[in-house]
């Protein structure tokens, strides 16, 4: 039977959230707290998170716009009753909505253009491809049986006209993404590259993309996770490791 951890994670303008999640199995990584610090959105803004875990993400995000509407969506039956029990815990449960459903059923539940923004940290393996974990809740967090990115990037069709679509994927697969927003008519508007350390080659990238809309592309100067004896300026200032224990 697998033991649980109580986690308190501190965002820069989202402040401390407090996060039980498996000792092993579907935690949530480095790659959420970034992504959730990248994204911009306006007061009032409805966002959906799909494949929430959780719910690390979408928890920050009610935070840090405390007038911003959330749909959380999970598919693993025990990760969804860790992130309804967070949403709970947080008193967010007025804030956040969360669906236990597959993303490729959602639309059984939720209309098409009723969203301003989509935050995903999709499953980045393919399926057969990498290290298997032998944790369940693991291996479909990390690979994507449950759906390939195109599966993700469909979600579309709960954007607005003009509505954003973040997402965090592998800097060695920036082509193929960026290949595949602009096919679903998803523009990249701003991007940036994550690296472990500056002389590293990049490990991520951040996208904002945007439904409908016409070229034009900001890239933002990298975001360096580490230095000489710890985090780097910004990571201390993103990631606030005094308040933080995990």
């Keep these: ?12 303008g989202a402040g401390m959230v407090n996060i039980t999640q498996p000792e092993k199995g579907a935690r949530f990584t480095l790659d959420s ?14 966002i959906l998170e799909p494949g929430s875990g959780t719910g690390v993400i979408s928890l920050l995000l009610a935070k840090k716009y405390p007038r911003a509407s959330v749909v959380s969506v999970e598919v693993q ?10 949403i709970a815990d947080n008193g967010l449960d007025g804030r956040i909505v969360l669906l236990n459903q ?8 939720l209309k098409p253009a009723s969203f301003d923004a989509i935050v995903a940290n999709p499953p980045y393996s393919r399926i057969g491809t990498g290290r298997q974990s032998p944790v369940q809740d693991r291996s ?13 990037l469909d979600l579309r069709i ?3 006209n003009r509505g954003r679509y973040f997402l965090v994927f592998p800097a060695g697969r920036t082509a193929e993404i960026l290949s595949l927003l602009r096919a679903g008519k998803l523009e990249p508007k701003r991007i940036r590259f994550v690296h ?11 996208i904002e993309a945007m439904k409908s809309a016409g070229p034009g592309l900001e890239v933002l100067a990298p975001l360096i996770v580490h230095e000489a ?8 200032q993103i990631y606030d490791a005094e308040l933080s224990h995990h």
């Design 77 to 86: 039956a025990t990760v969804a009753k860790l992130c309804s029990q967070n």
């Design 229 to 236: 004896g710890g985090f780097s300026p910004e990571m201390r």
């Design 1 to 12: 039977m697998n033991s649980f951890t109580h986690d308190q994670i501190a965002l820069r």
């Design 102 to 109: 597959d993303i490729r059923e959602i639309h059984r539940s």
């Design 196 to 206: 472990t350390r500056q002389d590293n080659p990049a490990l991520l990238i951040l």
């Design 158 to 160: 709960f954007l607005r």
């Design 33 to 46: 707290l970034l992504l959730a610090d990248f994204c911009r959105f306006k007061p009032r803004d409805a």
């Design 140 to 152: 479909t967090s990390r690979h994507d049986r449950l759906g390939t990115i195109q599966a993700w």
